[in-house]
């Protein structure tokens, strides 16, 4: 499998196109906020002739969804995420009032649900969600086995983990499950986050603060 990351500047995000050698395709939270970000992501998917099967959501806050439009009216993807971030929808133009600025699209409606154990196939290659609540409610983590990898979201990050101050956040709760659904993976899993540099789940374990 191979990972393209993006960075956008909105909030910066990462966003991540994952493929393999049959050219399928999936994109994880394209937070492309700009005309040019989303033509630089359009662009590489079209570059590289590449076949988006899934548009993932780790969650559903505002970020992690303003290029979501964007997917669904260039390549025909509904945005795939837990029904319990679905509220997240319908707050993101209110969300955005609040930090300043308008959405330039409206937001849409996810186009499935997934849950904790879910398997995502594009290619010959698979994603299983687990479901790491306490970020918000239905946050998602994608797991490839065979990669030995995870998209964490804004679950778990190089030295820290995701703000739990938000509706539907609990620290109590995202640190229990960062523990018992992350921290049992082998611990050369590498962590590609929604913000900032990958990391493993060998490092997080010694290293991260919230876990001494």
Known sequence: MKI???EFNMFPVNCYVLWDET??????????????EKQALKNFIVTNELTVK?????????DHIF??????KEFGLSAEASQA??????????QSR???FQLQEEPVPLGKYLHDGDIIT?????LEAIHVPGHSPGSLVYYCKAENCMFS???LFQGSIGRADLAGGNFDELIDHICSRLFVLPNETVIYPGHGAPTTIGMEKAENPFFR
């Open 153 to 155: 979201g804004d679950v």
């Open 85 to 94: 971030d679905e509220y997240w929808i319908e707050e993101a133009p209110k």
């Open 122 to 126: 594009f290619g010959n290659t698979t």
């Open 98 to 100: 609040m930090f300043g």
């Open 67 to 72: 290029g979501n439009p964007f997917m669904l």
């Open 54 to 62: 899934h548009l993932l959501n780790t969650h559903l806050h505002l």
């Open 4 to 6: 393209k990351r993006f």
């Open 23 to 36: 050219k399928e395709a999936v994109v994880i939270d394209p937070g492309c906020f700009y005309d040019e």
